[in-house]
């Protein structure tokens, strides 16, 4: 049926208008609401219309004061995008070989994420009908995942050792490609180097902690608490000790409350790779930076991270953060969370304070 209604799709660029949101929770919304969700590999682009230009008043913006302006106007063009799906992952996708999407297409641009669809690269892609035509559920910022060419294979396993387990299906596709990009990981992928040449000094390379791919994103898709869990899970048991301090760095460097798993990765580095990155690390944290300190997250109110995605606050999404520091590695940072949740009587029962971790 999708592929008679793709291929029936006369004109599109007389009614599919780009659809564009700035705050990240609507952006995660409309994926998780789509229809259909497919991972493919992109076989052919051709742009058939453009550039459309989207103004400021098309994309709501931000409360925040580190992005205060959304980076419009900015010109999209409509992309007809050809692909071959390689697994259905909600709805009827099996059929897909046809979509549309309105692009960045020329120069350079300095915004959120934009869908990149180029010939022989993998995605998985949220879309929806708009008439007779198939496409993406939004356009700006990108409302798609990529998915590295090295892990595909690993990524499509774990979605099919998943299949019967019956959660989500967002939540399964965040597992499979995280499983995916740590399980596969080699030493070499973990010790990423930087040419790095301060203006007195000759050039020196600099060893970065490991950065998962599109983090954020995934994490905006199921939550914090969720995504936090499944890292440390990684962080502690993975048989790949190179994911295992993937993990570890990750854990620590996005969410607060988990500075103890950069001892983790400390303990995992048995080839010493990074291995005076990650001491730095464990001594940055013994100063408590910000999100890791106790106070600066009580006078925040106990804020949701990612900070910068502007989250609704709802009683739900509250009582979701409250978990998440609930379960910290870091007993300071659990003990005074379980403390305010204690004096909030409308957040009922946390089973996270409830049990004795063995952190």
């Known amino acids: 049926m999708l592929a008679v209604l793709t291929a029936s799709c006369q004109s599109p660029a007389r009614f599919l208008t780009p659809v564009a949101q700035w705050l990240e929770e609507d952006r995660a919304e409309a994926m998780k609401a789509a229809p259909v969700i497919v991972l493919a590999e992109i076989t052919n682009v051709k742009i058939v219309s453009g550039p459309r230009i989207v103004q400021q008043d098309d994309v709501p913006r931000i409360e925040s004061k580190l992005f205060p302006d959304a980076p419009v106007p900015f010109p999209l063009y409509l992309a007809q995008i050809k692909a071959k799906t390689l697994l259905s992952l909600k709805g009827d996708g099996s059929s ?91 030493w070499e992928d973990v010790n990423r180097k930087i040419q790095f040449a301060p203006s007195t000094q000759s050039p ?83 100063q408590a930076p910000p999100d890791h300190d106790v106070e600066f997250l009580k006078a925040q109110g106990w804020p949701m991270p990612p900070y910068n995605y502007g989250w609704r606050q709802t009683h739900e999404r509250r009582k979701l953060t409250m978990r998440f520091y609930a379960a910290a590695m870091d007993p300071e940072i659990r003990q005074a969370a379980c403390k305010a949740i204690k004096a909030t009587p409308d957040l009922g029962d946390i089973p996270e304070c409830a049990t004795t971790s063995a952190h």
């Not at 669809?117 to 009908?129: A, D, E, K, W, Y």
């Not at 090295?150 to 979605?159: E, L, N, Q, R």
Request: overall charge positive; aromatic content about 10%; glycine content about 8%.
């Open 96 to 186: 897909i070989t046809q979509f549309y999407s309105w692009i960045w297409n020329s120069g350079s641009h300095g915004g959120a994420r934009l869908f990149r669809p180029s010939p022989g690269s993998f995605h998985v892609l949220f879309l929806r009908r708009d008439g007779e035509c198939l496409r993406t559920v939004g356009d700006y910022p990108s409302y798609d995942l990529p998915i590295s060419g090295k892990w595909v294979t690993a990524f499509v396993a774990g979605w099919k050792s998943s299949a019967a387990e019956g959660t989500d299906p967002i939540e399964k596709i965040v597992v499979a490609q995280v499983r995916a990009e740590l399980e596969s990981l080699a």
């Open 204 to 286: 020196t390379l600099q060893h970065l902690p490991y950065w998962l791919r599109y983090a954020q994103e995934v994490t905006a898709l199921t939550s914090p608490l969720l995504m936090a869990r499944l890292l440390e899970t990684y962080c502690r048991t993975s048989t790949n000790a190179a994911g295992r301090v993937a993990a570890c760095e990750v854990l620590a460097g996005i969410f607060p409350g988990r500075c103890h798993a950069y001892r983790l990765a400390e303990e995992a580095n048995v080839e010493k790779i990074g291995a005076v990155r990650v001491a730095n690390q464990i001594e940055a944290c013994k």
